[in-house]
């Protein structure tokens, strides 16, 4: 079957713009998961920037949704996570990422095809933090935490093929759960533009921004009253930006 005819047997609808809205994470692709992903949001970066059979990287599976996902898309995949599940996801290899290491051949993926597709999808800053293990980079500072994913863009770029594509996930990060809008200050901020700061110069070109928003259902009626009398302002934005590796000659 091609794309079209699996998203129809899968009961998805395919959205042919750029705002991607799923309230609900599809109960048949990954695990209970902190910061689980919908897998129709996996579907559609699938579906518009690779093609079956392609090779699909995921350097911090978690639920393991980005695995299912191309299974049922006819994509290959490798999966990594820190997090060891040999029962219950023996798809997922265990890894834990050392930025001191610089080349592909040094890691557990020497020897390996190098991806058409890598789906980066992290432990987004301070967010579910006390879910993850000790090591997670959402336990990070915001320099620490910034300083990781610079590196990391960059080992991708030095140690992927030309044509190899990018889709990074997470979304606008705002201490807001105590702070008035107007008194927020932009070092307690991680904003889209933060990323592109650090991903522009590490060699990534930007081809897309696709709004993928996380559900405001999950404010109840009294946080959001309480948000409303401080003057808080909350965050349900996500986005996908989509990256190419920029030419030798930056053209």
């Not at 980079?137 to 320099?143: E, N, P, Y």
């Not at 030095?158 to 990018?166: I, P, S």
């Amino acid at each position: 079957q091609n794309d079209q005819a699996r998203f129809k047997a899968l009961g998805w609808g395919l959205r042919t713009w750029d705002l991607w809205n799923f309230n609900e994470c599809d109960p048949r692709f990954g695990d209970d998961w902190p910061g689980r992903i919908p897998a129709q949001m996996i579907g559609h970066i699938l579906f518009y920037f690779s093609h079956p059979g392609d090779l699909i990287f995921d350097p911090m599976a978690g639920s393991g949704v980005t695995a299912d996902t191309c299974l049922a898309l006819g994509r290959k995949c490798w999966s990594l996570d820190m997090e060891e599940r040999p029962d219950l996801r023996p798809e997922i290899e265990p890894y834990y990422w050392d930025m001191t290491i610089k080349n592909w051949e040094d890691t557990i993926l020497a020897g390996r095809e190098k991806p058409d597709l890598i789906i980066f999808d992290p432990p987004y800053f301070q967010k579910k933090a006390a879910d993850y293990g000790e090591n997670s980079i959402a336990r990070m500072s915001r320099r620490a935490y910034l300083h990781f994913l610079d590196n990391f863009f960059r080992f991708l770029k030095k140690t992927t093929k030309e044509t190899t594509r990018l889709a990074l996930i997470n979304s606008d990060w705002h201490d807001f759960q105590g702070c008035p809008a107007f008194e927020e200050e932009t070092q307690n901020a991680i904003l889209l533009t933060d990323y592109y700061k650090i991903l522009e110069p590490a060699g990534w070109e930007l081809t897309h921004i696709i709004q993928a928003p996380l559900s405001s259902e999950r404010f109840n009626a009294i946080t959001v009253s309480a948000m409303q009398k401080k003057k808080i302002l909350g965050v349900t934005s996500r986005y996908i930006l989509m990256l190419k590796q920029k030419t030798k000659f930056g053209l």
